[in-house]
Structure formats: structure tokens, C-alpha cells
């Protein structure tokens, strides 16, 4: 598909990456047309030393059809930590960009402390978005997390995504939880709106992937703790995109059977990957599986460099920089990957100098 024409403060992507972009996103991802309005380009000040300083975003409004009752509310969950803002921004920009109905999306961020810098940030960046911000009370996990193969992902902050239905309000039926490193290519409605039929969540599953890599040969040598997984047939899901029925969750008492996994964890050494593999213990081979075109993960390379890697084949709708490797960080270095110059043009960074002219 071709990216819709949105008149942005900042300049739009070049001849190389716009043809990237239109040959890599299926024809069936194109969304209906929002308009833009109020666009200022006035630059944010900068209030705190470690908060970024970013562009004030366009106002997208809602398309014709679009509800406006709290039924049709679209609600997404993201952590909000200062050094994957930058990311988040993006992540944010790129959701109301392709959305149908930008108006009825709702943001629930988390994050490890309130801190009123992030919250005037985004307020000033995105002055029309419906959001709020909740504390992530690092205390729920104190004393169960390992230590895993990356520092970052042993922040409290990635474990936040297992309490989600104990720190968003009650009335919220479902939400779609997203890593703050991906950016969305097509209409989250279509997300929003697929059937979970029974299952608590739903993701896209990838059953080539090795499954036994994701935990050590003591867990697989032990019959009980292999016979986690009897009359199920498990598959790797990424947790950075994920449709969450909350209720379910709730009544099922999810959190409770992850923090379970997290504390044989620490009494024997099961996994080394942060906080995915206890989500694959407990919902391994009993979601609903959704298409590979809602997570093209692995953009940011492995955990240990990060090395560049391509797209997978197929239609694209979203697209995630998950791995140690950051799109901004890579940028800024000036040792980008290919893919990504399909993030920069959602950067609203005030110090961004790899956008391209048209």
C-alpha cells in the first residue's frame, strides 16, 4: 500500500524509503483517510535534562462511521520509561496516522514513577489524545525476577505487561498491550476486532521457531517440569503484541499463574529470556493465533548485538524492533539498518537530523 498524504512539521520520507514502505505493506493494509488539523510547529520545551524534546504531532480526527460512545473505544496498553520515550512517541504517531477512528483510541501507559516531565511530554506532543498514565508498582515483582541474557529486560517495567488487568480500570474489557519499539502500518481496528473466540489473549504464533530453546536443558531433562506442556502443543508467541481479554484474565487468575513460574524461577534456573518465558509456560499452545502480519518482529537483531536483520516475507501491519538493537540508537549513530528508515519518519525527536527530503 502507499502511506497516506499527512502534512507533517517535519520533513517526509525520501525517494528509497518511500518505496521500502509501498512495496513492503499489502494492499490490504490501507486505511481510510483522517484529516489533520491545528498542526503547529511550535517546539516543545524541554523540562527536564532526561526527558527528550519532540515536535508537537498533527491532530487526526475521526473518519466518517466513527463511534462516540465509550463502546467503541479502542484501548491500548504501552509501558513509558525515558529511554524508550522516543520509541513510544513513534509507536504513538504511527497508531493515529492509520487509524480509521484515531479519536476513539484510548492509551494506558505505565510506568515505574509519575513523573509529571513524561506526562507534560506527551501532553504537549499529542495535545488531542486520550490517555492516562498509571504507576507500576515495581514492589509486585521485587525478589522474582532473574537475572536474563539483557540488562533491559530485567527492569521491573518488563514485567509490568503480567499485572495489566490489576492496574487498568475495571470497566476495560480488553486491551491490546504493545512494546514501545514497533510501528504500526494499518488500521488498529483490525487488531482490536479480532475473535478471541475462548481464548484469554491472542497473538501471532510462529510453531517453526525452536520452542525448546526457550528454556535450559535442566528444565527439559526434568519429566514434571516438561510435563508443563502435556496435551498442549506449544508454540512461540511474542508478548510485545498481544489482544488481552482482561475479564478473563482476571477470572482466571493469570497473573497469579506467571508470578508462580517467576518463583520456581529463582529456585531453579528454567529460562533466560526475562519475562516471556513464564507467558509461555502458562498460555504456550492455548491462545488464538492471529496473523504474522500484526508482529514482524526481530527487527532490533538478537539480544546479545543486535545485528541488522530483513524482513520476513508476507503482507506487513506491524512492525517491531524487538532484540537489542533500536532503531533511534542506530540512527543516531549513523550505522542505521535497511529497515530502519521505515521508523524515521515517525521520529518526532526535536534533535532529529535522518529524516529524508523529498
Known sequence: MAFRRISFPFPLLGLLSLFLATALIHPLAAA???????????????????VPVFREAPAFRNGDGCG???ADQIHVAMTLDANYLRGTMAAVLSILQHSTCPENVMFHFLCSRLEPEIHSSIKSTFPYLNFKVYRFD?????????????????????YARIYLADIIP???????????????????????GVDLEDKV??????????????FTDSFWSDPELA??????????????????????WRQGSYTQKVEGWMVVQKQKRLYHLGSLPPFLLVLAGNIKAIDHRWNQHGLGGDNLEGKCRSLHPGPISLLHWS????????????????????WAPYDLYRSSKHTFEE
Open 32 to 50: 481510510a483517510a483522517t484529516t489533520t488539523t491545528g498542526i503547529r510547529l511550535g517546539i516543545v520545551r524541554k523540562p527536564s535534562p532526561d
Open 68 to 70: 462516540s460512545l465509550a
Open 138 to 158: 515495581a514492589n509486585r515483582v521485587r525478589g522474582k525476577i532473574s537475572k536474563s541474557i539483557r540488562q533491559a529486560l530485567d527492569q521491573p517495567l518488563n
Open 170 to 192: 475495571i470497566d476495560v474489557k480488553r486491551v491490546i498491550y504493545l512494546d514501545s519499539d514497533i510501528i504500526m502500518v494499518d488500521d488498529i481496528n483490525k487488531l482490536w
Open 201 to 214: 489473549l491472542a497473538a501471532p504464533e510462529y510453531c517453526h521457531a525452536n520452542f525448546t530453546r526457550y
Open 227 to 248: 510435563g508443563t506442556f502435556q496435551g498442549r502443543e506449544p508454540c512461540y508467541f511474542n508478548t510485545g503484541v498481544m489482544v488481552v481479554d482482561v475479564d478473563k
Open 323 to 342: 532484540g537489542k538493537g533500536k532503531p533511534w540508537l542506530r540512527l543516531d549513530s549513523r550505522k542505521p539498518c535497511t529497515v530502519d528508515h521505515l
